[in-house]
């Protein structure tokens, strides 16, 4: 129940594409759902967190939307860019607890120019 | 320039070696953490610290102690490790009832 489970493993984008990294967790009362960015050579660093009281959070060209009837919450990326080339770890935890945060297996992006 | 500062950035060690990991954070955070990331298991929480007190620790092997001497920093000290403890070990801060974790750029560990 504490899993979070993230796919697809890799994934291929080319320059301009829409990249979507979807992730599906199981313990309920999760309520605070972030996404980590990490670059060949860096730690990972915080992207976009959402919690489950709205629906989409957008920054820039990083969306994430959220289905909680569905236990499910997604990162799309739209104009993908070369630059946008990393590692993506979906997150789960509680808002009272969240230095336990529960990370998903991640997912290599390669965006082609 | 990253706020959680780690060295050695790559160690290479021999199975009956002892070494140690050392974390900083300039940050202000009173929670700091050590992950390891390996293929396998790509973000494993290992050991959590809370205001200097180490209130999370994953069944992580006895071959790795971790130190919290003060808010600012942490030390994970190895001995006797076996090849599959190689990894990328991580350390991270975050502030007590904060939401973001911060991670340095993380330690290559090479166990021979």
């Known amino acids: 129940q504490q899993q979070v489970k993230q796919s697809p493993q890799s994934l291929i984008v080319q320059k301009g594409g829409i990249s979507i990294i979807n992730c599906a967790y199981e313990?309920?009362?999760?309520?605070?759902f972030p996404w980590y960015q990490q670059f060949p050579g860096k730690g990972p660093a915080l992207l976009i967190a959402i919690r489950p009281d709205v629906s989409e959070k957008k920054e820039g060209r990083f969306t994430i939307s959220f289905n909680k009837s569905a236990k499910q919450f997604s990162l799309h990326i739209m104009d993908s860019q070369p630059g946008d080339s990393a590692t993506y770890f979906c997150?789960?935890?509680?808002?009272?607890?969240?230095?336990?945060?529960?990370f998903g297996s991640g997912t290599r992006l390669l965006v082609r120019p | 320039e990253t706020g959680v500062t780690q060295t050695p950035r790559h160690l290479v060690m021999g199975m009956t070696n002892k070494k140690s990991l050392k974390c900083e954070q300039h940050l202000g955070h009173n929670a700091m953490y050590w992950y390891k990331q390996s293929a396998k298991k790509p973000l494993e929480l290992m050991f959590v610290?809370?205001?200097?007190?180490?209130?999370e620790n994953n069944s992580v092997p006895s071959r790795f102690s971790p130190e919290c001497p003060n808010s600012s920093h942490l030390f994970l000290h190895l001995h006797t490790l076996q090849p599959e403890d190689s990894a990328l070990y991580l350390c991270a801060s975050s502030q007590l009832g904060g939401n973001t974790i911060y991670f340095g750029e993380g330690s290559w560990l090479t166990v021979v």
């Open positions: 997150a789960a935890s509680r808002m009272d607890s969240s230095y336990k945060l529960i």
């Open positions: 610290y809370s205001l200097e007190e180490r209130v």
């Open positions: 313990n309920t009362a999760f309520d605070y």
